[in-house]
Every structure is written in C-alpha cells, then in structure tokens.
C-alpha cells in the first residue's frame, strides 16, 4: 500500500521514465496492482472508449519452417499432424464472422515464405474481401517475409499485420531462437519497419514470463514498443509446452499465477504510455486464469481475438499447453465473450473494424505538416 500516490503521480507524467516503468512493474501488493489497473482502465475509457472490438481469428496452417524454441508447433515437433485449411474453410470462418458481426478477422499461421503459400494468402485476402462485400477488416499474422510479399498481402486488401519482436533485447531474442539464418534479430526489425512504411498498422508485442527474462527486459520491450511508435500489440504470458527445448528450464519460471498479474501491469503500463493504441487480451492469459482476458480488459485492453479455427485443427494449432478451448466450437466461442465482456463492464463492438485510434491519429498528423 502507501504506494497509491505515487502510482497515480507517474501515471499522469506525459514521457514515462525507465524508473517509472520498473516501478510499476515491480508492484506486487494486490490492492496497488488494482489501483494500477483501475488508472489504465480510465485512460482506455478517455481514450480509446470502452469498447471491446472482436478480431475473428482464424489459424488456417500449422506448417512452420521455423524452429522458435518456445513454440508447440515449430517445425521440430513431429507429433501433430500438419494442415492448411482450404480456401473454402476459411471462406465460411470469415462468413461465420460477418454473419455473427465480428468487425474483422485475424489469418494467423505458421511461416512459410514459398510462392504458393504467398500466393494462397493473398488470394483468400481477396477472396474474403469479395465474399464479405468489403465488410471485414483483415489482419494477418504469417510472420517474417520480403518486402515485396507484405506489399502484394497490403494491396490485396489486408491492412493490418501483427509481427511480435517476442522479445527486444538482441541476447534474450537468440537464447529463444535457434542460431540460423531463419531466426535473425535485425531481419524481424527491418520486417517491422518494412509493414510500417508500406502503410499497414503494425502490431507488435512480447512474451511475458520467459525464462532469462528479467523485469528490467520488460521495462526495455515497453520502450522499444514505444520508440518504434506500434499501433496494436499483442501481449502475453509465456506458456511452457512439453515438446520443446524451452521447457527444459520449466523450473526457473516464475509461478503461471505471477505471470499473469506481470501480464496485466505490462497492458496497464502500456495504456498508460501510449493511451490510443489497440491492446488485444492475449488467448495465453486465459490459460492461467478462467478470466484472464477479462482482467485485461479491465487493465487496458480493448481487443478480444474469439477463435474461428475449425474444431478438428484446434489440438494441432497449440503454440502452448492448456490452450482453452480446444473443445470448443465457434458458436460456443461467440456465446461466451459476449457474457465475458459484459462481466468486465465493457461493450462490444459489433460491426466495426475498431482500427487503432493511434494509427488514425499519426497519420491524420502527417497529413497536416505534409
Ligand atoms: N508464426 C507467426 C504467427 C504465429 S505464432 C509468428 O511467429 O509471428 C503467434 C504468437 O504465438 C507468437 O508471436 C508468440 O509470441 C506466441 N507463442 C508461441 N509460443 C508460445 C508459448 N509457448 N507461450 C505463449 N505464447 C506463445
Ligand atoms: Fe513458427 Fe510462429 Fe511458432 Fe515461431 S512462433 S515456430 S514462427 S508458428
């Protein structure tokens, strides 16, 4: 306690210092961690509203040429089976999201960088946006590609694209990823620079939680997701998964519960850093907690990602272990989130694309000094 002051005195500074952000970070009284969530609540509320806008997410391939050491679907993990959902499966999870007014979709994937995976991605971005007369937004997540190919997925008519840096400092980033040529630091920047300058809104993000990672990591992720000026991101608590090499140092990992409430400071820090930007409430924190994305909510977040993926690829898309809802359907998914935002207070925002505030905002500046 006693700490209230001072929580509500930096959260009203304009630049936030480096020691201002490890203070927060290292709250650990419950009733501060509130407070801290309560402020950034308020300045979502000014801000962005408090509108929780739905992005459909439709994870339609498994099939990954990279080995990320923290992830259950690396190409490494021979245990589950590989898929592409054809194009007309992912046609009908995009229908599915009009139908039910979800204002956008997110077409996430393993990464593949071959003619006829690019080639397929920009073809089902047209084919949606035809099928859907132009209605839903389209974000993609398919990872590191050329320049070129983010251009041809941009003017196909995707807008938005979310390339977590998964961790900003240079030594953390290679003890995650395999030293090769398909895992290197400088070229996952230059792909965020790359999508910046062709005109997408840009998401970013880290894992929280990792092992090797310190407080003082994360204080650097929120400023480097501050200095690159991100639009979206995406954050969330690192989950161990048994088939893979990180899970070997399952014992230095703090508690799941710890994560979590790190998870939520990390939102509420970033709400308060950059109050126009779009938080989504990472699928991860509901693995910790039955109302893990709630609590996001609560904390700052304003984007919720229900699931569109079929029920028979769902057990074959687990990035982590005890993904929830796995045993669902997307009818099922779309039921609950209505209840579950209800409960955090918020609305939903139906029939809107929800585009980040923060990217209107800049541009919007540009265009005046142009
Ligand atoms: N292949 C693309 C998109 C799919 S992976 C890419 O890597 O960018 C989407 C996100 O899942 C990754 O950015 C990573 O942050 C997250 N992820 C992977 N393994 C995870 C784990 N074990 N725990 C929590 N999040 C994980
Ligand atoms: Fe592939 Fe993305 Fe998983 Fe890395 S995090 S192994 S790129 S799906």
Known sequence: MAELEKIETISKKPELSRDDILFLLS????????????L?????????????????????????????????IRRSNNSLERFL??????????????KNRYGSVVLQSGERTDGTFTDFVCGIVKDI????????????????????????FFE????????????????????????????????????????????FQVGTGVMVGLPFQTISNLANDLMFIKKIDADMIGLGPYIEHSQTPLYEFRQQLMPRQDRLFLTLKMIAVLRI????????SATALQAI?????????????????PSLTPGKHRKDYLLYEDKPCIEENRDECKDCLEIRIKMAGD????????????FINRNHKNQTYV
């Open 273 to 280: 850093m950059m109050k126009d930007i779009n938080i989504a």
């Open 27 to 38: 709250l650990d009284d419950p009733e501060d961690i509130r407070y801290l969530g309560g």
């Open 347 to 358: 609305e939903t925002g139906y029939e809107a694309w929800g585009d980040s505030l923060h």
């Open 85 to 98: 959902m054809s194009r007309q499966e992912i046609i009908d999870a995009a229908e599915f999201a009009c």
């Open 156 to 199: 196909a008519g995707a807008h938005r694209y979310l390339l977590r840096i998964e961790a900003s400092d240079r030594d953390l980033y290679y003890k995650l990823h395999p030293p090769d040529r398909h895992h290197d630091f400088d070229t996952r920047l230059s792909c965020l620079e790359w999508l910046k300058e062709i005109g």
């Open 129 to 152: 946006k035809s099928a859907t007369d132009g209605k839903l937004g389209i974000t993609l997540s398919c990872g590191e590609q050329s320049k070129e190919t983010y251009r041809r």
């Open 289 to 305: 907690d039955g109302f893990g994305r709630e609590r996001a909510l609560k904390f700052g977040a304003n984007i919720i990602m």
């Open 40 to 72: 950034a609540y308020a300045v979502k509320k000014k801000y962005v509203g408090n509108k929780a806008y739905l992005r459909g997410l439709i994870e339609f391939s498994n099939i990954c040429l990279k080995d990320c050491l923290y992830c259950g």
